[in-house]
């Protein structure tokens, strides 16, 4: 499977945008889709996970309420809807594939694919 990430760009505090993670090549039900974020100098940080099967859906507290993953599984596409956003939410932004267990969707060790990141910057 390959994954590639867009969407990202500039906005002010308070808007919104939203990303997009188009899958290619063999993909499977099984599989958990991520966003991961990774600002300069930090570790790369869970924000939501989505299966392309049922409706379960994980958050990081930091984004719940502001932000909504979900997917099109006609058009292979993740998408990360991003409202309300801060300044601390300025980071590069990664789509991740994977079939962790429930337990350990947050650690980014549990993805095997990644997409090349689309950068999200917030400005005050």
């Known amino acids: 499977v390959q994954l590639q990430a867009s969407g990202g760009g500039l906005v002010q505090a308070g808007g919104s945008l939203k990303l997009s993670c188009l899958t290619s090549g063999r993909t499977s039900n099984s599989y958990t889709m991520a966003w991961f974020r990774q600002a300069p100098g930090k570790e790369r940080d869970f924000i939501a996970s989505?299966?392309?099967?049922?409706?379960?859906?994980r958050y990081t507290d930091s984004v719940k309420g502001r932000f909504t993953i979900s997917r099109d599984n006609a058009k292979h596409t993740v998408f990360l809807q991003m409202n309300s956003l801060k300044p601390e939410d300025t980071a590069v932004y990664y789509c991740?594939?994977?079939?962790?267990?429930?337990?350990?969707?947050?650690?980014?060790?549990?993805?095997?694919?990644w997409g090349q990141g689309t950068q999200v910057t917030v400005s005050s």
């Open positions: 991740a594939a994977g079939t962790p267990i429930s337990s350990s969707s947050y650690y980014p060790e549990s993805y095997h694919t």
């Open positions: 989505i299966r392309w099967t049922g409706t379960n859906t």
